[in-house]
């Protein structure tokens, strides 16, 4: 069973920026699709964008265009999150997952991913 195990999550101020990253414990992997979901208490947990594990194609839902990067390291097996421009209503428990397998269609469904990090709380203060 991998590990997904995030870092970087943190208090910001709105207009601030902070780095997610995921580091995945099983270099099997370093190709599987990867991707960013975030929740809120009592709301669903959403899709916030992906990335392919081969050629790099990536997703992003509207909220976070322009705003927000995907990106991946193989040989490091991780995966990051570079998020600008916060607004409040970017605090949520950002969660990594990870699948293999994935078609392009499926990347913003949270049940294409079989593994899960345990999550790391962003905060953007108004």
């Known amino acids: 069973q991998v590990q997904l195990v995030e870092s970087g999550g943190g208090l910001v101020q709105a207009g601030g920026s902070l780095r997610l990253s995921c580091a995945a414990s099983?270099?099997?992997?370093?190709?599987?699709?990867k991707a960013w979901f975030r929740q809120t208490a009592g709301e669903e947990r959403e899709f916030v964008a992906a990335?392919?594990?081969?050629?790099?194609?990536?997703r992003y839902a509207d909220a976070v265009k322009g705003r927000f990067t995907i990106s991946r390291d193989n040989t490091e097996n991780t995966v990051y999150l570079q998020m600008n421009s916060l607004k409040p209503e970017d605090t949520a428990v950002y969660y990594c997952?990870?699948?293999?397998?994935?078609?392009?269609?499926?990347?913003?469904?949270?049940?294409?991913?079989?593994?899960w990090g345990q999550g790391t709380q962003v905060t953007v203060s108004s």
């Open positions: 997952a990870a699948g293999n397998g994935i078609i392009l269609s499926s990347m913003q469904r949270r049940e294409a991913y079989a593994h």
């Open positions: 099983d270099s099997t992997y370093s190709r599987a699709t």
């Open positions: 990335i392919r594990g081969t050629g790099g194609t990536t």
